[in-house]
């Protein structure tokens, strides 16, 4: 080969190399739309991860409270959409569209996006406050999961029974208060304290419906008088389905919920209103069916309205329950006498009481997604609740069914790999 | 005649091509000489217009204009070979010898030809570009033909039933929607099956149009291509696969379509075509009645306040509360969409004048267009204004430049439709009679309160479009040898789209969108390309010719969005999104750039047998930073063996045949991005202010790689009967490889469903026939009969999944079936004593969502030289459509008679459509095939629910539609003078006159959202219109 041609011949393959390389650098293009992960820091963006998944769980809790409070019957579905109206007929195919989109998604994002933050190795494990929120969020998480369905799963695990999902709560919840209680730097103590004391109260509704009562009794009793933890919610136009408080979002904006007949009673815990002329309910034969007013919940009147997840309220109804009939009926005495009801007169045998108990608790935590925890606890004893074969109360729908938990969705037993095992 | 000889009078934006390739100088430094004549029609003498004579070696054309006349100057003086084409006419070759000076006269008389083998083409391939030369079908349109008598404003218009293998599909009746556009089945399950669009070289933005501002319309989005003129259009080009596409690269697999406008006729006067037309747009449609049983509320004849009285119920039967006397209610029924005539007839005029010329060096074609379209409901109109400029210039022999600017603006108005609670049909089919009220207040028989077409109709969902596609091709033959083409070119759009519902004290929409709402979006997308191609030609021998040809290509696109809400108004007439009380902006960003090298070799052997080989190296930057390169084979054979000696003077009756076949690659490339792990940014509140957070959005997939389309193809071309009749019949087989997967996330990942990650997972395979038959079986003086037939059929099967489970519950992948098939649980018996209807325990397959057997048989014939009347006829059949319209009417929101009434259905019928409704007992009942079964209720459910057995509501789409008839006149000279005019057509046309079909829904084409892959459910969507047009083609 001549001089020449292994000249020619280099600066060609120089040529076309360059060309490739510059070719490369071309096809790097930016996509600002989206947070590569690469781009987080493990460490500096922990807060962001771990506040972010608390607030999953806020987002998922006003989606539950809503479809559950069709199936228990603390509101009627003023929808149409069938998809909606099958909760409020406790028949809840797995292949319904808002089961997968709107009640399983939503609580699975909130447990899957704690582990974002419990994967990684932050510093100070013991007192690590964005691994606190993260177990506090998956703690709720799970439990919602084993209150609300009849299965349960994380990550596309394995299946879980309700007694999983409850011990899994129990340890996150447990997780999360270790840390609360071991934080003592200010500013941090107030704000850890408080999440533990919330896990506490969620540790205690765990153990209840898993039917350790010593256990959720001793937890309940330690929750200090007067505490109160709220989900914080936002109004922001552009960020409503995060942020904003879904119970008003669905009343205003939607017209999907009306308070159920059952449920229209003159009591301060349970505020509702005819709806004014500007608020419709999206059904618009809803009062033609009911033969009823459209009436609204008040109870969270703006998208910026806080909904209470834990509270000392809560610890003494889980404690009375866990004690029985006496504590019990001590405890609706005193509630009914400061929500200016007359007391308590009915039989005192245990199915009444616990019935008027079941009552009292309803009123006391309306639209809190209680319900249907306790359906699946206390049976018969939870009033008011949609009764199976009977006809639903629009016409051209099926009769009401008799589910007491919500199945997973399809999407998720087809896609999960673990339910095929 | 003119001449350009001063590089200073052309386009300054060709210089810049122009000036890097023409060192050859102006026409005046060769010796040279000038030929002109004229071009007719053999068989009736009339003179052709369009006709192309190319000067052979040289970049030299004209084209003949409407007298037939043609002209080329500067033509080298020498040996002169012209080449005579035109679409439907045998091309001829002439040569002679012309001497410098001297003006030469070449007339020519065409025969008619169904045999097209001397055609050029010019998309899918490199080197000759003959048809003869090519192994893959190339299949081509005249647009021009076709526009000046067929109804056509939009490009799915002109492609529709015209090729076999093209399967388009207008979705419904709404003005300016989107049509889905299939070659040759669907290419892909999960990325888009939209062939590419290439405009004179250049690639063009196409598909559904801006999604994200038109939320509220549906499926029935506004379509890129209805933003382009058709009447712009020479021809377009039809690469239907990867055995012809594989040089358009990794983005080709659902094949490529490239639209050649009209260009300037060097050397023919300057003249002009005005055309006028109008279209009267019948809905065609009754749409069905509502009913109910009356209630005793509704038959109160006194309610409070007395103005909510039913008038439809007074003096009925009430239904008891337990339902028991439901035989003895009253039912009574409303249509509020016919008492409130929300269709309407609509009109399109439209005006289109095209001026055409050049000097002896230079052609231009202008045009402007406008056409204003009123649908056939209230707020639907598709106004378009456009112009086009395209100017080439021939410097010398050796090099000529074509620019083109094409401008458009386009105002789409599009009603709510399909799925969508303002929709007409989903506001008129869903109301119930019992809420008609005698003030007319509520719903009074609306879905929603207050919602009536005058509450519809003021909904603003309008979108205007701004458009310009620029490209520029040099051609420059530096010696007999070697031709270069250089093609550069960019589409740049801009929409400005509005959503606007009217602040109201009657509560017509949804909660606080009453205070009035306003979306405003801007959406940009530039596409850039850049593409060059230099062929090289050498013969050893008598006998071998060479090609061999390499070039590259650049593509880039950048879309970018900005859409801002508002809400709250203080008055209607200030509604920006200023004048709002809260406010919210949102901001989309996609790049992609796409980078591929080219070459091939092509040998022919006496211009009888050519087989090529080629390939494309290619990368895209969906693939993340570190973009992957891969290769892009192909090879391809074609022998016209008629030719052979030994074929003599044909065999018997067949005169013509030419075997072909072709193996190719291309690919298929997710969206940008799709190979990262990512989050999306979503606030947190804390402290009582929101702060930015993250959530999971996609677990992403670094080792993405293209889909990798490989097709084979083989067939023949022949001419029978003295070349009178044509077939074209091609076999072919399509597999895409690395099948692109967009495998469902089981929600507990965390990740939104439609960011499952895109993987790389399974095959699936497309093979068919594509039969044309083009036939003349009559061509006299005064009486011609051209007919056509095409056929084609398609199989499709998922033939690997690799681990990926079936997925889909109505639309269905699953390996050995048809992507997206339809599935329910089927059912097994029916027994009307027991009324239990036994269904099957698994999903299982109802049918395909594609046809599997398209044809279209046109026939078009002349009378007495002027009188033409063309018919065409279309048919599918094989593929199912989700009627959901009826389910839904029948079993969600009970509206249909067809339920209702309990004599419209057999018991039969009953129960298939909707199980047994005793209450108490299951509608439908599994059976307990599963080996686990019988057992416990939640490994074996029994019952069935009507949402999952849906064998009554999948229907066969099968259909056959007489789609168009037109009846032209081509006016006589003395009475087109009467307009001042040389010629003069009138045009009488109906368009989508009559449908044969099983189907029970309103239409068989019906999609409610056409942009999505597989979706074909007919839910609450505007059918399909009836059109007549008036038409009138002016020449002066």
Request: proline share 6%; charged share 20%; with cysteine.
């Amino acid at each position: 080969m001549t001089a020449q041609k292994i000249v020619s011949r280099a600066a060609a393959t120089l040529a076309v190399s360059a060309g490739l390389a510059g070719c490369t650098d071309y096809l790097t293009v930016k996509n600002p739309t989206v947070i590569e992960v690469t781009t987080l820091d493990p460490i500096a963006d922990a807060p962001v991860l771990a506040n972010s998944a608390v607030q999953n769980l806020a987002a998922a809790y006003g989606w539950l409270i809503m479809y559950t409070s069709w199936m228990a019957g603390e509101t009627d579905v003023a929808e149409t959409f069938p998809t909606r109206n099958e909760f409020g007929r406790r028949a809840v195919d797995p292949t319904n569209g808002s089961l997968s989109t709107d009640v399983w998604f939503p609580l699975s994002q909130a447990a899957a996006s704690t582990y974002l933050v419990l994967a990684k190795e932050l510093p100070t494990p013991e007192t690590n406050l964005n691994y606190q929120k993260a177990h506090f969020a998956l703690g709720w998480s799970f439990l919602f999961m084993a209150e609300d369905f009849c299965q349960g799963t994380v990550r596309a695990g394995p299946p879980l029974t309700t007694a999983a999902m409850l011990d899994s709560a129990i340890a996150h919840f447990t997780a999360a208060m270790d840390i609360g209680n071991a934080v003592t730097a200010a500013p941090d103590t107030a704000a850890s304290r408080n999440m533990a004391r919330a896990s506490l109260v969620g540790r205690a509704r765990a153990k209840l419906q898993k039917g350790d009562k010593p256990g959720a009794l001793a937890d309940a009793n330690t929750v200090p008088a007067g505490f109160t933890y709220n989900l914080a919610y936002f109004d922001d136009l552009s960020n409503r389905t995060r942020v904003g408080n879904r119970l008003w979002q669905f009343t205003a904006d939607r017209g999907s919920m009306a308070i159920a007949p059952a449920w229209r009673v003159v009591d301060p815990r349970v505020p509702q209103r005819v709806a004014p002329s500007n608020l419709l309910p999206q059904d618009a034969n809803y009062t033609v069916d009911r033969g009823l007013p459209y009436v609204i919940q008040d109870k969270y009147p703006g998208f910026g309205s806080a909904i209470r997840l834990a509270s000392k309220l809560e610890a003494d109804y889980i404690a009375a329950e866990a004690t029985g009939s006496a504590a019990e009926l001590t405890l609706i005495q005193a509630r009914r006498a400061a929500n200016g009801q007359p007391a308590y007169g009915g039989p005192t045998d245990d199915p009444s009481v616990l019935e008027e108990f079941e009552t009292q608790r309803g009123l006391e935590f309306f639209l809190e997604n209680k319900r249907l925890g306790d359906l699946v606890r206390n049976g018969a004893a939870v009033r008011f609740v949609p009764v199976p074969g009977s006809t639903y109360f629009k016409p051209g729908f099926s009769p009401v069914g008799n589910q007491t938990c919500i199945p997973l969705p399809i999407t998720e037993t087809d896609n999960n790999p673990n339910f095929h095992p | 005649m003119r001449t350009i000889t001063s590089w200073r009078l052309f386009l300054p934006g060709l210089m810049i091509g122009g000036a890097v390739l023409a060192g050859a100088g102006g026409l005046a430094a060769q010796a040279s000489g000038t030929v002109s004549g004229s071009v007719t029609d053999q068989a009736s003498g009339r003179p052709l217009g369009d006709v192309r004579i190319h000067v052979a070696g040289t970049t030299l054309q004209g084209v003949t204009d409407l007298r037939g006349l043609y002209r080329i100057a500067g033509v080298p003086a020498g040996s002169v070979t012209l080449e005579v084409r035109r679409i439907g006419y045998k091309a001829v070759e002439k040569t002679f010898t012309l001497t410098a000076g001297e003006q030469v006269a070449q007339d020519f008389a065409l025969s008619t030809s169904v045999v097209t083998l001397e055609e050029v083409v010019i998309s899918g391939t490199a080197g000759d570009q003959k048809r003869r030369a090519q192994g893959a079908v190339v299949s081509e349109i005249s647009v021009s033909d076709i526009a000046q008598n067929a109804p056509v404003r939009t490009f799915e218009q002109v492609l529709q039933s015209r090729v076999p293998g093209v399967s388009v599909t207008l979705a419904s009746g709404t003005s300016g929607a989107f049509s889905a556009i299939r070659i040759r089945g669907a290419a892909s399950i999960s990325l888009s099956n939209e062939p590419l669009i290439y405009v004179d070289g250049v690639k063009i933005t196409q598909g559904a149009g801006n999604t994200s501002a038109t939320f509220g319309v549906g499926g029935q989005v506004t379509g890129r291509l209805s933003e382009l003129n058709p009447k712009d259009f020479e021809s377009i080009e039809v690469v239907k696969g990867p055995a012809a596409a594989t040089l358009y690269g990794a983005d080709a697999s659902a094949g490529v379509i490239q639209i050649i406008t009209k260009k300037g006729k060097q050397g023919s006067r300057f003249s002009q075509t005005l055309s006028l037309e109008y279209d009267n747009i019948d809905p065609h449609f009754t749409p069905p009645t509502n009913y109910a049983f009356c209630t005793a509320a509704a038959v109160n004849p006194n309610p409070t306040p007395i103005g909510t009285r039913n008038p439809l119920c007074q003096g009925g039967v009430a239904l008891l509360p337990d339902g028991s006397n439901i035989a003895t209610a009253t039912l009574v029924s409303d249509n509020p969409l016919v008492r409130e005539k929300a269709f309407r007839h609509g009109n399109t005029k439209e005006v289109q004048w095209t001026g055409t010329g050049g000097g002896s060096n230079f052609g231009y074609y202008l045009s402007g267009n406008y056409g204003a379209e009123d649908g056939t409901t209230p707020n639907n109109a598709f106004d378009r204004r456009s112009g086009r400029v395209n100017f080439n210039w021939t410097p010398s022999s050796k090099l000529t430049l074509d620019a083109g600017v094409g401008m458009t603006r386009t105002n789409f108005v599009l009603p709510d439709d399909d799925n969508n609670v303002y929709g007409y049909l989903g506001g008129g089919l869903l109301g119930t009679p019992l809420t008609r009220r005698d003030d007319g207040t509520g719903n009074n028989g609306w879905f929603g309160s207050e919602r009536n077409v005058a509450a519809i109709r003021a909904i603003e969902n309008d979108q205007q479009t701004h458009r310009t596609i620029a490209t520029a091709t040099a051609n420059w033959i530096p010696l007999s040898w070697w031709t270069n083409r250089f093609t550069v070119g960019a589409d740049w759009l801009r929409d400005e789209a509005r959503r606007f519902f009217p602040k109201n004290t009657r509560g017509s929409y949804q909660g606080l969108s009453n205070t009035g709402d306003i979306s405003e979006n801007r959406e940009g997308e530039e596409r850039y390309t850049i593409d060059f191609l230099s062929n090289a030609r050498a013969s050893t021998g008598p006998h071998l010719t060479h090609n061999i040809s390499a070039g590259f290509q650049v593509l880039d696109r950048r879309n970018e969005n900005v859409q801002a809400t508002g809400q709250g108004l203080t008055v209607n007439s200030n509604n920006t999104i200023s004048a709002t009380s809260s406010r919210s902006a949102q901001q989309g960003f996609v790049q992609q750039r796409q980078v591929g090298f080219l070459g091939q070799y092509q040998a022919s052997w006496n211009d009888k047998l050519y087989a090529s080989v080629g390939g494309r190296i290619d990368a895209n930057s969906s693939f993340g930073n570190t973009a992957e390169w891969f290769f892009l084979p192909k090879a391809s054979l074609s022998y016209v063996i008629s030719e052979e000696r030994f074929w003599g003077t044909g065999m018997g009756f067949l005169n013509t045949l030419r075997l072909r076949g072709a193996w190719g690659q291309t690919g298929r490339s997710p969206t940008p991005g799709a190979a990262l792990q990512t989050l999306t940014a979503a606030p947190f509140i804390q402290a009582g202010t929101e702060q930015p957070g993250a959530i999971p959005n996609s677990p992403g997939n670094d080792s993405l790689k293209a889909e990798r389309g490989v097709e084979y193809e083989a067939g023949f071309d022949a001419g029978m009967f003295g070349n009178r009749v044509g077939v074209e019949l091609t076999y072919f087989r399509k597999t895409s490889k690395n099948l692109l997967l967009q495998k469902p996330l089981p929600p507990s990942l965390g990740f939104p469903a439609n960011q499952a990650p895109f993987v790389n997972i399974g095959k699936l395979r497309n093979q068919g026939i594509e039969l044309g038959i083009t036939a003349q079986p009559v061509q006299r003086r005064l009486l011609s009969w051209d007919m056509r037939l095409g056929l084609s059929t398609l199989n499709s099967k998922i033939v690997d999944m690799g681990d990926v489970a079936p997925f889909g519950t109505l639309n269905r992948n699953s390996e050995g079936f048809e992507p997206g098939m339809f599935v329910g649980n089927r059912i097994r018996s029916i027994d009307t004593l027991t009324k239990i209807v036994i269904v099957s325990d698994t999903l299982e397959r109802i049918g395909p969502v594609l046809p599997t057997l398209e044809g279209n048989l046109s026939s078009d014939l002349t009378l007495f030289r002027n009188f033409r009347i063309y018919a065409l006829l279309d048919w599918k059949t094989g593929n199912y459509l989700y009627n959901l319209t009826d389910f839904f009417r029948e079993t969600q929101l009970v509206r249909s008679n067809r339920r209702l009434d309990p004599t419209a259905l057999s018991a039969y019928e009953k129960l298939r459509r909707y199980g047994n409704q005793t209450p108490g007992q299951d509608a439908f009942v599994r059976e307990q095939k599963l080996p686990t079964c019988p057992g416990p209720i939640t490994v074996c459910p029994r019952a069935a629910t009507v949402n999952e057995v849906r064998d009554a509501f999948v229907q066969k789409a099968d259909f056959a539609k007489l789609r168009e008839v037109s009846v032209s006149y081509l006016l006589p000279v003395k009475w087109a003078g009467y307009f001042r005019a040389q010629s003069a057509s009138f045009t009488v046309s109906g368009q989508n006159l009559h449908t044969w079909t099983s189907y029970e829904g309103f239409d068989p084409e019906l999609i409610s959202n056409a942009a999505t892959n597989f979706g074909r459910s007919d839910f609450l969507t505007i059918p399909p219109a009836r059109r007549v047009v008036v038409k009138m083609n002016l020449t002066f």
